[in-house]
Antibody, heavy 120, light 113 residues
Framework: EVQLVESGGGLVQPGGSLRLSCVASGFTFGDYWMTWVRQAPGKGLEWVATLKYDVSEYYYVDSVKGRFTISRDNTLNSLYLQMNSLRAEDTAVYFC?????????????WGKGTTVTVSS | DIVMTQSPDSLAVSLGERATINCKSSQNVLYSSNNRNYLAWYQQKPGQPPKLLIYWASTRESGVPDRFSGSGSGTDFTLTINSLQAEDVAVYFCQQYYSRPLTFGGGTKVEIK
């Protein structure tokens, strides 16, 4: 079964850091672009970051540039999101998602998400 | 950034009737070199992640019932749910992938009348 499982969310104070993880199974992880998408409570979807299968390309939404870092370890079938200098507006459910090759355009498999709450 | 605007925000449809959701992009998402519209539709049920329904504006994802269809081109798109079923109650989002940042519409909530 194709599956993505996120972890690492939690409550953090403004200015703090968290590292999210996403473990993939049921497919060849190293063949896919991977993306983080977030959803603030009761709100819509926001694309956060995308990373190519060979890590040669990566992209971020402007609001997280310089604060978040997307990375992956294809040997561990894992995707990561290092989040620093967290702000209240980063509070959201963070979904890990894959895109069918050869591009990152749309996401065909999603994890269930991990919740990040930034609050003092 | 391309802004995606969905309408209506919500709609209530009787079981077996048709639901129509609109999505308008602030810029053209039709790539002339391949004549493809860079638009996808997702369904999100409460407490669940989004599920891909449609890509390239009108290509149904494998396993998606054929009562779901996508249409439109350029800047105006429609998701149609024919013969609405109880399990179709959800929020529906459009997404453009013509340019970065990838952007989503605000969502349309579909309920049973």
């Amino acid at each position: 079964e194709v599956q993505l499982v996120e972890s690492g969310g939690g409550l953090v104070q403004p200015g703090g850091s968290l590292r999210l993880s996403c473990v993939a199974s049921g497919f060849t992880f190293g063949d896919y672009w991977m993306t983080w998408v977030r959803q603030a409570p009761g709100k819509g979807l926001e694309w956060v970051a995308t990373l190519k299968y060979d890590v040669s390309e990566y992209y971020y939404v402007d609001s997280v540039k310089g604060r978040f870092t997307i990375s992956r370890d294809n040997t561990l079938n894992s995707l990561y999101l290092q989040m620093n200098s967290l702000r209240a507006e980063d509070t959201a459910v963070y979904f890990c998602a894959r895109s069918p090759p050869p591009h990152y355009y749309y996401m065909d498999v999603w994890g269930k998400g991990t919740t990040v709450t930034v609050s003092s | 950034d391309i802004v995606m605007t969905q309408s209506p925000d919500s709609l209530a449809v009787s079981l077996g009737e048709r639901a129509t959701i609109n999505c308008k992009s602030s810029q053209n998402v039709l790539y002339s070199s391949n004549n493809r519209n860079y638009l996808a539709w997702y369904q999100q049920k409460p407490g669940q992640p989004p599920k891909l329904l449609i890509y390239w504006a009108s290509t149904r994802e494998s396993g998606v019932p054929d009562r779901f269809s996508g249409s439109g081109s350029g800047t105006d798109f429609t998701l149609t749910i024919n013969s609405l079923q109880a399990e179709d109650v959800a929020v529906y989002f459009c997404q453009q992938y013509y340019s970065r940042p990838l952007t989503f519409g605000g969502g349309t909530k579909v309920e049973i009348k």
